[in-house]
């Protein structure tokens, strides 16, 4: 069965500085991996995606991620965190071709100071 | 484009009592998915249809838990006999082909169910 882990369950950051949060899958075939953020309130929104191809997906409000097979990981990036970037952020993963439920990691809280 | 509609937002029941919660997914999505989130164990899968058809209900307790979709524009999820332990927040989500893994899946805001 697929797993997902983010090893960091918080992480705070500057407003203006970079942010990185990790994710690592665990799955032998091909995963079809997303970001999603949960802000305060709110229900989970889709940040960006990966499906088999460019291994760097450009997703909303400046976010990106790179997958690497070797390492099976799906790290998130942004290169200048804003004040409304505070919000949980969870990696999930899908395997093969059809639809089904995501496995989802535990997620990452993202608070923002000045 | 209202979203994906989820009603009741807030719950409270009583441990022994039943709680039925709805979920309205988009306007032409064929696939519905039901999610739970607490703290403890984060968001766990509980069941999925496809054009109204139960595919996978492997997340779903065994017990006291059943999920229907009677039609397309709305599913249910109903707990018999709440336990605090069902306390959380329910998802629902929806996508609009079910033939791929790559799609997306657009959740509402949930049903947070407090069982005293």
């Known amino acids: 069965a697929q797993s997902v882990t983010q090893p960091d369950a918080r992480v705070t950051v500057s407003e203006g500085a970079s942010l990185q949060l990790r994710c690592k899958y665990s799955?032998?075939?091909?995963?079809?991996l997303f970001w999603y953020v949960q802000y305060p309130r709110q229900g989970l929104q889709l940040l960006l995606k990966y499906y088999p191809g460019d291994p760097v997906v450009q997703g909303v409000n400046g976010f990106e991620a790179e997958f690497s097979k070797s390492n099976s990981s799906f790290h998130l990036r942004k290169a200048s965190v804003h004040w409304s970037d505070w919000a949980v952020y969870f990696c999930?993963?899908?395997?093969?071709?059809?639809?089904?439920?995501?496995?989802f990691g535990l997620g990452t809280r993202v608070s923002v100071f000045p | 484009n209202a979203g994906v509609i989820q009603t009741p937002r807030h719950k409270v029941t009583g441990k022994g009592q039943e709680a039925t919660l709805w979920c309205e997914p988009i306007s032409g999505h064929s696939a519905v998915f039901w999610y739970r989130q607490t703290i403890v164990q984060g968001l766990e899968f509980l069941t999925y249809?496809?054009?109204?058809?139960?595919?996978?209900d492997s997340g779903m307790p065994k017990e006291r838990f059943s999920a229907q979709m009677p039609n397309q524009s709305h599913s249910t999820l109903k707990i018999q006999s709440t336990q605090p332990q069902d306390s959380a927040v329910y998802l629902c989500?929806?996508?609009?082909?079910?033939?791929?893994?790559?799609?997306?899946?657009?959740f509402g805001p949930g049903t947070r169910l407090l069982v005293l």
């Open positions: 799955y032998f075939g091909t995963p079809y």
């Open positions: 999930a993963v899908s395997m093969d071709n059809y639809a089904q439920g995501l496995t």
């Open positions: 989500a929806s996508s609009l082909d079910p033939g791929g893994a790559r799609d997306t899946q657009y």
């Open positions: 249809f496809r054009n109204q058809a139960p595919i996978d």
